[in-house]
């Protein structure tokens, strides 16, 4: 059995549905993201977890015991929030000792797991300090050590990095993941950023419109899409219509240009389809044995260690990712430009 099991939960507001027949089981120690848009019900998902919501129907439970129906402060799970929702009127010290007085602690044990949680942020020598004297970072360091300090059996949190500028994001989603990784906790993360959940996560699961689109590792996310939906929310995409060609040889033609692809088209049946191809998996240039088509340069944009270039490929456009490098030869707007992928580089949907 699982350590923690969602088993066909459901969740309606009115004539609204926020979650849509959801089943997850997680293992102890695994962190696990929840992926989409807004308002696709990952966040109504974590608060069902932690019991600030109940389900309209459905099961969730943790390590065997329903815990459908119990409330938040008899379930042990650690919530960290979006706003970090620290109390400005206690000291770190104070915030993190909160949940280990609300539960009659005594103080010998208080003092002695704040040690332990300081540590583990690495903000020993910020105890005495108010959450108005810390920066952002900070206090969600701080929130997380408050959520860890009651030794949940489940920590989740609700997109806790939002709030906070690209390079610290990036430096605290590795330290949640170290401390993660260090107490062995089971972990839910909902986010909507991709990067972050593909960088951190054991397995993602993307979610749309209260239902679950994929569940799996960053790479079958990324790499092996099943739905249209997660193709295109996880990663940029290039999808061009297509004529069938030869079902048998797995031939398809965008324009008037033929492409092979590694996929059986007899799924097709006649019906409207489109190649899926990552911008990264595009080289530059001709290469024996690949599929090589030619565009026209439309944009060319640096975004740091990439450039990207637009390319009206056969009426349609199409993304293309280069390494950037201080030799690379930039295309050039209006120019023609061929460009080549592996046959199993793109999929077809």
């Not at 507001?13 to 089981?25: K, M, P, R």
């Not at 108010?130 to 489940?154: D, H, K």
Request: proline share 5%.
């Amino acid at each position: 059995m699982a350590f923690l099991e969602l088993s066909h939960v459901n969740k309606f507001f009115s004539e609204a549905t926020a979650v849509d027949d959801f089943n997850l089981s997680a293992e102890q120690g695994e962190f696990v993201s929840f992926l989409g848009p807004s308002g696709c019900g990952k966040t109504t998902t974590l608060r069902m977890i932690a019991g600030f919501e109940l389900p309209t129907s459905g099961k969730i439970e943790i390590e065997g015991k329903d815990l459908t129906f119990v409330p938040p402060n008899k379930r042990n799970v650690g919530m960290v929030f979006q706003s970090y929702a620290l109390f400005p009127n206690m000291t770190v010290a104070g915030n993190i000792a909160y949940g280990l007085r609300m539960a009659g602690k005594p103080k010998a044990e208080i003092n002695q797991r704040i040690k332990e949680m300081l540590a583990l942020i690495h903000m020993e020598d910020f105890s005495d300090r108010y959450p108005a004297q810390l920066s952002g970072g900070q206090q969600q360091r701080v929130a997380l050590a408050r959520a860890l300090a009651i030794r949940p059996r489940v920590l989740l949190l609700d997109e806790p990095l939002s709030a906070l500028d690209a390079k610290i994001r990036i430096e605290l989603r590795q330290e949640i993941r170290r401390i993660q990784q260090q107490l062995g906790i089971t972990t839910i993360y909902v986010t909507h950023d991709q990067e972050e959940a593909l960088s951190i996560s054991d397995r993602i699961v993307v979610m749309s419109k209260g239902k679950i689109e994929q569940i799996g590792s960053s790479s079958e996310i990324y790499n092996f899409p099943k739905t249209e939906f997660v193709a295109n929310f996880v990663g940029q995409l290039n999808l061009l219509p297509v004529d069938v060609v030869s079902l048998a040889e797995g031939l398809v033609k965008v324009g008037g240009q033929i492409v092979r692809t590694s996929q059986s088209l007899d799924h097709t049946n006649g019906h409207a389809i489109r190649l899926a191809v990552r911008p990264e998996e595009l080289n530059p240039g001709h290469r024996e044995g690949e599929n090589n088509l030619l565009g026209r340069v439309s944009t060319v944009t640096y975004l740091g260690p990439v450039v990207r270039v637009r390319l009206e490929v056969e009426d349609h456009l199409l993304t293309i990712d280069m390494f950037n490098e201080r030799r690379l030869q930039v295309p050039v707007v209006g120019d023609s430009f061929e460009f080549s992928f592996h046959p199993d580089a793109c999929w077809l949907l």
